[in-house]
Structure formats: structure tokens, C-alpha cells
């Protein structure tokens, strides 16, 4: 059996390729192996999104390269394969295939070809009318925990991003598929389903089969209703986007407690000029009533966002917008970036008016800022119970656990490995800036 190590950069839907990668190859013949030094294939999962996963890629297939034993074949997927294809193959030498984010399910028999003696393979194509979305429970990244892929591509176009070259327009997986996989992982031993997207309430599947009786404006409201049905422990869906964002999405939180009160919405900027720049089409004021509407809520919803600094174009007053913003919404974290130009992006022929150093002063500024809110917020928590899923074990604490609470913050705490998988009630007693430690009660 030929051993394939199959490494993950980027965002929970490479994450969520990677695993249907690797079931499609078990299926296959292939065994896949943790160990990178003794497996015969090499599979490297990429992102676009960020310089620096790609830059992680040309490291790593010149480390394989140079080290001393017989080069494995190499291949890599998705996004940077997606955009680059054959160049590719000439840029990093030793890369023997590259496949598209749309062609992964076809990778078991790109690499027989490999073995075959085939050379400078590349898949760029559609997915196969018959695409199989399962997941193998040896393949998921947690038994417990299961990422579930509702929407794939965006139409979005917002000027930074590479996402809907990379990952094409928007395609809804069929409700009455999302809800037969929920179950079937339901009854595997899952509690938490992550319906996961670029932006899953842009969610429109064809047809309504699934959704029927269930209520609510948008179709992705009452999906999560038709979801909730399930009975599942526990439903988190990530990433929201504004300009879809209805109130019908918090009153179906409202309405179903295994709905979990989370909600990550990236604003990007707190500026109206720059989102205009940025193509977001959303507004501050817009954004505003959304946060207002959800930190009113009788679920006590935890928020989070994703902001971009140093945007083409920014002045020191669109820097203070967004500060004055995440001030105004004191979101329970945020992640922020500098801005850094992506080729193939319409910003990218923009002038990068703001210095390196001056962004620099501005996330650092910012991420102050932040810090101050999520103490804030976290600090809530104190003395609290919480119930948090038992999903693993954790580095920070001797005979430790960690776990996510519905509000999706991570609790480590003491307790025996039987308790794995059980959504256990646990006092806060301690709060870092990251997460919180607690004991069982
Ligand atoms: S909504 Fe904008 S940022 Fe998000 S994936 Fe689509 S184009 Fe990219």
C-alpha cells in the first residue's frame, strides 16, 4: 500500500477538502500516513488568501527536495494550485501534479497515473456530477466535531480577495444532503456540526426540498431550522456575510437552543469610503444595527469579526472609524490583518498608499484596542458555568481537557479521558487572554 502525508494550510474548507481528499484515497488503495519522512506521495492542501501560507508551500517542497532520501512524488491542491495550475509546475521544481479546488475528488487516480510514469499532471477542472461529499470518520479532524461544507465559492468579488477566482461562484449544497449527513454523523457519536462557507447565508440551494414547513425569510434560516430539527447537540456557522445577514438568522438562534450563540461576522472596515474601496457592499450604519440587534438578544451572543488594516487608500480618519467601530461593538475577538496585495486581485493594481510601517502602528494600535474588549468580554465569564464539549487533551494542563463552549471559547480543564465527547458543565475560575480555565461541577 503506497503511504500518502497529506499537509493543511488555510481556512476550515481546506481543512474540510483535505479530509475528503483523504477518505477518497482510502477508498482508493492509498494508506494516508501522519509521518512525511516515509511516505511515497506528498500532498500539500494550499491557500491564497494569506502570503504567508503560500509562502509555507515553496518552503516545504524545497525541504522535501533537498533532504537525503528518494524524492516522493508531489502534488499540490487547492487554491494556489486553482490560480497557478501549470506555472506551477515550472516555478517549484519537483511539484509532479497540481489539482484545482474543484477537482480533489479525482486525486487517487491522478497519482496511479504518477506511479504509471506520468509527469506534470494538472486538473483544473469541475467537480464530477456524482461528487462525494462524506467524510471517513478516521479522516475527520475530530471525532466529535465535524465540519460540514453548505456552500462552496463566492460571488462576492470584494477587490482584495482571490477567493472567487480560486474557489469559482457560488454552489448550495441541497438541504435535504446537508440534513441526511447530519444525522448519519449524529448517529456516528458528532455533537458539534460546523456548517461551514465563504459565506453560508448566501446560502441557495436549487431546490427547496428539505426546507419545506420550516420558517423563515432567507433560505439559510431555515436551513438552520431544518438543521436544528435534527436534534444534534450542537450547530455553529461560519462565516457570515453582512449584506446577507438578516434578523431572521438571530430569531432561529433565538428559537433553537442547539443553535449555538455564535456568530462571526467580518466587517473589515469601519469606514463607509473604504468598504466602497473594498467592494463589501455593506454599510457601517448597516453593520451597526446588525451588532446592536444580535448584542440585544436574549442568547447573549458571542461575536467576532475580521479586520483589514492599511487598505489601499486608507487615511488616519478611516484607521479611526474602525477603531471607534470595534469600540462601538467590543466584539469577543477579532482577527486582524495587515493589508499585504494579492495578485490576480482588482486591489492589486490599486497604489498601496499606506507604508509597511504605518500599517505596522495601526494593527498594533488596533489589536490594543481589541485586546482591552476581549478581556472585557471574557472577564464575563468569571465564576460562570459553562457547557463545554470535552474534545481533546490539552497541552496547557496536566491531566488536562480542552473543549469549546456554544459561545466558542476554548475551556481547558481537569477532568479523566472518559470524559471525551461529553458536553460537561464547568465553573470558570480562571480567565487568560485567549481562554479560560475551569473546573467540573
Ligand atoms: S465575501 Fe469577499 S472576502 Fe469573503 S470570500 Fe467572497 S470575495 Fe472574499
Not at 484545482?100 to 487516480?109: K, L, N, S
Not at 504518477?114 to 486538473?123: H, N, T, Y
Not at 487608500?313 to 496585495?341: N, R
Amino acid at each position: 500500500m503506497k503511504k500518502v502525508y497529506l499537509e493543511t494550510y488555510g481556512c476550515q474548507m481546506n481543512v474540510s477538502d483535505s479530509e475528503r481528499v483523504a477518505t477518497a484515497l482510502g477508498r482508493d488503495g492509498f494508506e494516508m500516513t501522519a509521518d512525511a519522512a516515509s511516505a511515497d506521495v506528498v500532498l500539500i492542501n494550499t491557500c491564497s488568501v494569506r502570503e504567508k501560507a503560500e509562502q509555507k508551500l515553496y518552503t516545504q517542497v524545497g525541504r522535501i527536495r533537498h533532504s537525503e532520501r528518494p524524492k516522493p512524488i508531489i502534488g499540490v491542491l487547492g487554491c494556489v494550485a486553482q490560480l497557478e495550475g501549470e506555472t506551477l509546475l515550472n516555478k517549484i521544481p519537483g511539484v509532479d501534479f497540481v489539482v484545482g479546488t474543484r477537482a480533489v475528488g479525482r486525486v487517487g487516480g491522478i497519482l496511479n497515473r504518477a506511479f504509471d510514469g506520468e509527469s506534470d499532471i494538472v486538473d483544473l477542472g469541475e467537480r464530477e456530477d456524482e461528487y462525494d461529499w462524506t467524510v471517513a470518520d478516521t479522516h475527520r479532524h475530530s471525532p466529535y466535531v465535524a465540519f460540514l461544507p453548505i456552500i462552496e465559492g463566492c460571488n462576492k468579488f470584494c477587490t482584495y480577495c482571490i477567493v472567487p477566482f480560486s474557489r469559482g461562484r457560488e454552489k448550495s449544497l441541497a438541504a435535504s444532503e446537508i440534513i441526511r449527513q447530519i444525522l448519519e454523523l449524529k448517529r456516528r457519536g458528532v455533537k458539534e456540526i460546523h456548517l461551514i462557507g465563504q459565506n453560508v447565508n448566501s446560502y441557495r440551494p436549487e431546490s427547496e426540498t428539505g426546507l419545506e414547513g420550516f420558517e423563515g425569510k432567507s433560505a439559510f434560516s431555515r436551513l438552520l431550522r431544518a438543521v436544528a430539527a435534527t436534534g444534534i447537540d450542537r450547530i455553529k456557522f461560519t462565516t457570515s456575510f453582512p449584506r446577507d445577514f438578516n434578523e431572521d438568522i438571530v430569531e432561529a438562534i433565538e428559537t433553537h437552543p442547539n443553535l449555538c450563540n455564535w456568530v462571526h461576522l467580518p466587517v473589515q472596515s469601519g469606514s463607509d469610503r473604504v468598504l466602497k474601496l473594498m467592494k463589501r457592499g455593506h454599510t457601517i450604519d448597516r453593520y451597526r444595527k446588525q451588532i446592536d440587534r444580535l448584542r440585544a438578544s436574549s442568547r447573549d451572543i458571542a461575536l467576532t469579526t475580521d479586520i483589514i488594516v492599511g487598505f489601499p487608500g486608507e487615511t488616519e480618519a478611516d484607521f479611526m472609524d474602525t477603531v471607534d467601530l470595534v469600540k462601538h461593538c467590543g466584539f469577543d475577538s477579532a482577527y486582524i490583518f495587515k493589508y499585504s496585495p494579492r495578485p490576480g486581485t482588482p486591489a492589486y493594481e490599486m497604489e498601496d498608499t499606506v507604508s509597511f510601517a504605518e500599517k505596522t502602528l495601526r494593527f498594533l494600535e488596533l489589536e490594543k484596542v481589541q485586546k482591552a474588549c476581549q478581556e472585557k468580554r471574557l472577564r464575563r465569564y468569571d465564576g460562570k458555568v459553562l457547557e463545554v464539549l470535552a474534545e481533546g487533551a490539552s497541552a496547557r494542563t496536566p491531566r488536562g481537557i480542552t473543549g469549546h463552549s456554544p459561545c466558542h471559547k476554548v475551556v481547558n480543564f481537569v477532568a479523566d479521558s472518559s470524559l471525551l465527547g461529553s458536553i460537561v458543565n464547568v465553573k470558570v475560575t480562571e480567565v487568560k487572554a485567549n481562554s479560560m480555565f475551569g473546573e467540573v461541577v
